[in-house]
């Protein structure tokens, strides 16, 4: 008896590793979708409302096409502490871009605006990913907190692409639908997306096998059919306004924006195109601080010839 169960037992251990051995040959064959270790699973967390957010107060070393330090304050915001307003605010929402990918903090055109204008107070609100729906969601929730007298929106060419998804590099995020003339929130509370557990569990995620059962057990991904963009810019172009505040638009590259410039000109929104060849010629192509710093410099003559630094 005991010699059977013994038999039997080790059998099922060899057909249950030949299983797996298959399975994961299988699935090397199969599975072409990674999940990677990046900015947002090594320095971001799950947020329910917004799909993912800096980790508060947190310090961590992160490469992309180079080794950069970033630090994240009280609020989880890549930037120094805001408190008690004492000086004018022009906060600046927008996606890597902003948040500055590939570059220190001080090498960011928001570090170099705000040498320019030391009797301002800049603040830097970016978060790396976030398409207009999640910067949208994001000023609506921080606008009382930190009081700004001026909101510039910074657009990247590929927030179209995730204006229109629940799910962006991934992650799960919110969404819109334009429907009966107003803008709708869907995908809240967010689900937990996958590649957060790449961080905690590098080796276990290495495993086609692990990734393709994650593939078959995600939430079903959703693309919008009508692009909500335009809605969405206008919804944060009243909401800013609503609350006392000016409201500007800078494009990164001037590629593939073609109706938000000429949405920006029929309601009178000034925007300024940032295109410019300081970029790294990887992973997204970001400005150098050299780019960084050309930036700050066409905001300081676009601000000035808006007579905003004379209010």
């Not at 590793?17 to 599975?31: D, F, S, W």
Request: with cysteine; aromatic share 14%; net charge neutral.
């Amino acid at each position: 008896m005991a010699k059977k169960l013994m038999f039997s037992f080790f059998t099922l251990l060899i057909s249950s590793v030949i299983l797996i051995i298959g399975g994961e040959i299988l699935a090397r064959l199969l599975v072409k979708e990674k999940y990677i270790l990046d900015e947002m699973n090594l320095t971001y967390r799950h947020d329910e409302e917004l799909g993912w957010f800096p980790v508060e107060n947190s310090s961590k070393q992160f490469k992309g096409t180079r080794l950069i330090n970033v630090k994240h304050n009280k609020n989880g915001f890549r930037d120094i502490d805001h408190d008690s307003k004492k000086k004018k605010r022009i906060a600046f929402i927008g996606d890597s871009f902003v948040w500055g990918y590939d570059v220190e903090y001080g090498e960011r055109f928001t570090e170099y605006l705000q040498n320019r204008l030391p009797e301002w107070e800049i603040l830097n609100m970016g978060i790396s990913g976030y398409s207009n729906d999640q910067e949208l969601i994001l000023i609506q929730k921080w606008f009382n907190y930190f009081k700004p007298d001026f909101v510039f929106l910074v657009i990247c060419d590929n927030d179209m692409v995730g204006n229109r998804r629940n799910n962006l590099y991934n992650y799960y995020k919110p969404y819109f639908t334009y429907t009966e003339n107003k803008l709708v929130k869907h995908g809240t509370p967010v689900s937990k997306s996958l590649p957060y557990y790449t961080g905690k569990y590098p080796n276990l995620l290495k495993s086609r096998l692990v990734q393709g059962i994650i593939q078959v057990t995600r939430q079903k991904r959703i693309i919008v059919e009508d692009d909500p963009t335009i809605e969405i810019i206008n919804e944060m172009n009243v909401f800013v306004k609503l609350k006392g505040a000016r409201f500007f638009i800078a494009f990164t590259d001037d590629a593939g924006a073609e109706e938000e410039c000429s949405y920006c000109e029929s309601s009178n929104i000034p925007y300024l195109l940032l295109t410019n060849n300081y970029r790294y010629d990887t992973n997204g192509y970001h400005w150098t601080p050299e780019g960084n710093n050309f930036v700050s410099t066409k905001i300081y003559q676009f601000l000035k010839e808006q007579k905003v630094l004379t209010e």
